[in-house]
Every structure is written in C-alpha cells, then in structure tokens.
C-alpha cells in the first residue's frame, strides 16, 4: 500500500509539472503575441486642443482685437497643431485650406499665411496667419476659417480638430458680463478704458468666466484673476496720472486718462 502510495504521488508530480510547463509555454505564446508594435497607421496632423482644463474640448473658433494695441500694424496669431505618428528628422509642411463659405477676409488684403510647418524632431508645430490692420477693420470683423487637408506627408488627424477659425477686428465689443459682474472689479463701462486695460495688459480681450472654468488662452478669467487686475490697474492708472509713472512706448492715451464720454477713468 505505501508503494502504491508513493507511486501515486510520484505520477501527481509529473502531472502537475507537465501542466506547469503547459501554462508556462501558453503564458510565453501569449506575451509574445501581445508585444507592443510600432504605430503604423500612418503620420496624422491636427490642430492642438490648447485648453490648460482636458474636460474641455477643442476651440474652434477664436479672435483678436488690433484695438488696445496702440499702433501694431500686424499681429502674428499662432495655431498650433499636434501629430499622430512618429517624429521625423526634417521640417514638414502642414497642408491648409480655406473654407470659402465661412471666410470673409481677402488674402493677401487682410491677412498672410506664415509657415504652416511641423519642425524636424518634433510632435509639435504652427500654423502661422499674418493678420493686417487694415482701415476695413474699424468698422467691420474679418474672419479666416481654414482647414487641415490630406497632403503626401500628412493624413488628417481628429475630425473635430481640423478647422481653425479666427476673427479679428479694431475696435471695442463690450464683455456681455461687464454690468453683472465685472463691473465689480472694473467700474463703469467705457471705450477708453476697455481699451487701456487690454494695452496694460498686454491681452486681446477680458471676459468674465461665468459658469465655465477660467480659461485664459480664451481670455475667460475667473473672479480672483480679475480682482487681481484690478488692483494692479488702478495703482498703474494712479502713478500714470499722477505723472510718477512714465507712459511707455507706444502708449496711445494722454493723461489724466478722460473716456470718451470726458468722464475721468477710475478703477474701483
């Protein structure tokens, strides 16, 4: 019986390490098949979602003011795209069009493209639009709506982030929130001081993050960010006024700072 015992046991043990073995060949198999390929679905190109907060989505459309500016003729906007696929040794051109249907600026009248190029050794690159600050612009918004196409280099990325719109004007758009909220902040509405707080900001617009997350890229700022501004406005506006600051180059205004209405501008 104790023969028969160990005999048993003895056939156990080359079962279990015939079936150990099995596993372990199985195990090897599947991780050989499972190994981690190169991307090979081909170089793709989008533009950049740029939004600091991943819960937002891509921008489609954004804008810029010459108004503010004091006298810049020409405003190099940047639209940053992203690749899909495997950085290359050389700069590649990134292929646009423009969207006819939604475009209202002339080219080579309102604007120029820059470089639309992903550098070498890169993930990343621009697109490039010369804005124009043309006398059209006091009066009327030009827009720009282009769009990524498939090129012998690149395919198209993600088919919500190939379009880029952009609208660009000279003149003052009064923030829809200024008499609820920001007026908190900023005080009374004007023109000449819409106009000096993007100048001393060095900002192409101020809007008042109402139900969203500050987003700054969009000018979208929060309500400590403003109160911020605020104090950092009315100390500059006092020392410019009080002639302890010197106006720095290029400064449109004359002070004491008088709005349009002949109001003296004052921050709260």
């Not at 003895?10 to 050989?32: E, F, H, P, R, Y």
């Not at 604007?111 to 697109?127: D, I, M, Q, R």
């Not at 006092?238 to 109001?263: C, H, M, R, T, W």
């Amino acid at each position: 019986m104790k023969k028969y015992m160990e005999v048993v046991n003895i056939t156990k043990m080359k079962t279990l390490n015939v079936i150990g073995l099995i596993v372990l060949l199985l195990i090897a198999g599947a991780c050989k098949k499972e190994e981690v390929h190169y991307y090979n679905g081909g170089d793709r190109i989008q533009f950049k979602n740029t939004n600091p907060n991943p819960l937002l989505q891509y921008v489609e459309h954004r804008s810029f003011s010459f108004a503010g500016k004091g006298s810049l003729k020409t405003h190099d906007f940047i639209i940053p795209v992203t690749l899909i696929g495997r950085t290359a040794g050389v700069d590649r051109q990134v292929a646009v069009k423009i969207r006819a249907t939604e475009t209202t600026a002339i080219e080579g009248v309102d604007f120029k493209f820059g470089e639309h190029v992903l550098p070498a050794n890169s993930n990343t690159g621009e697109v490039r639009l010369i804005l124009l600050n043309t006398e059209a612009l006091s009066e009327e918004m030009k827009t720009v709506s282009i769009e990524i196409v498939d090129s012998d280099v690149f395919k198209r990325g993600l088919s919500g982030q190939l379009v880029s719109r952009v609208s660009f004007y000279n003149f003052m758009i009064k923030p829809i929130d200024w008499d609820n909220r920001m007026a908190t902040y900023l005080g009374a509405y004007s023109k000449v001081k819409h106009e000096f707080i993007l100048n001393q900001l060095g900002i192409s617009e101020i809007n008042f993050a109402n139900g969203v997350p500050e987003d700054k890229e969009q000018n979208i700022y929060s309500g400590s960010t403003l109160a911020y501004f605020q104090l950092r406005l009315r100390s500059v506006l006092n020392d410019l006024n009080a002639g302890v600051l010197q106006p720095k180059e290029g400064d449109p205004f004359s002070y004491p700072l008088i709005d349009e209405n002949g109001v003296r501008v004052v921050f709260p």
